[in-house]
């Protein structure tokens, strides 16, 4: 079994049972091991973190990938005894950009990390789409089964241009299929019209931004951190310390 730099088997990291302090949001093709050392980082700072599954992460198309994501974050919230801050990457930007509008009562602040941020009326497909250049086709592949997928050349390169080759494999190892179905469904509010947020970066990010033009301006904070697209993986105590700073100037 594949297992992250902390030593946590994949999809098992600590997580607290109770009134964490943060919620993370995995993005496609990624679990919760993908944010093992940043929990691991933030448990020393006396930070309770969980970490919410994506359904659409691995399993079977269901016909509504994005609107199971949804509910599962949405759940999650509901389930807390206090206000967090909500934390995604990725494609998980656009998941808490759904289910936490309201908006949520338990969320504190959003944190988008490299992450989309749909607008309101928008979709992920539709803002993908937006900064997808003309003419370019998608790496993503889409099989029989209705699930996507990274070519794993593609991968190592998108997402982990800034990890040397052992510790891309081993994410690489845990990349799993995912069930895009639903991303076209446009987003009622956008969540980060009605919650602070903060917009984080990476200066040797190649993945374009799917984000609403008016995003960056409304940032309570803008962030750019020396890393591509995965932080939490390449990066993990800057992102542990960045969630503690905005837990500190939350609370």
Do not use: K
Request: net charge negative.
């Amino acid at each position: 079994m594949a297992e992250a730099r902390g030593g946590y088997p994949e999809d098992m990291v600590p997580s607290a049972t109770t009134s964490p302090d943060v919620l993370l949001v995995p993005g496609a093709f990624s679990g919760p091991w993908i944010y093992a050392d940043v929990v691991e980082r933030l448990a020393a700072q006396d930070v309770e973190a969980q970490v919410v599954a994506l359904p659409s992460v691995g399993g079977p198309s269901t016909g509504d990938g994005f609107g199971a994501d949804v509910a599962a974050v949405r759940g999650a919230l509901d389930a807390v005894g206090r206000p967090v801050v909500l934390v995604a990457h990725s494609y998980g930007g656009s998941v808490i950009t759904d289910a936490a509008a309201g908006p949520h009562p338990n969320v504190l602040e959003l944190v988008y990390l490299c992450a989309a941020a749909p607008g309101s009326g928008a979709s992920m497909a539709s803002t993908t789409a937006a900064v997808t250049p003309e003419g370019q086709d998608s790496p993503i592949q889409v099989g029989d089964d209705g699930l996507a997928s990274f070519p794993r050349e593609v991968a190592r390169q998108a997402l982990f241009n800034d990890a040397d080759d052992d510790r891309a494999a081993v994410a690489l190892d845990q990349l799993r299929p995912q069930d895009m179905s639903g991303t076209d469904r446009p987003i009622e509010t956008a969540a980060w019209t009605e919650l602070p947020y903060v917009n984080v970066s990476g200066t040797a990010d190649l993945v374009p931004r799917a984000v609403a033009p008016d995003f960056p301006a409304g940032a309570a904070q803008s962030v750019e951190l020396p890393s591509g697209h995965c932080p939490q993986w390449t990066e993990p105590e800057l992102v542990a310390d960045l969630i503690v700073e905005r837990l500190r100037t939350e609370r």
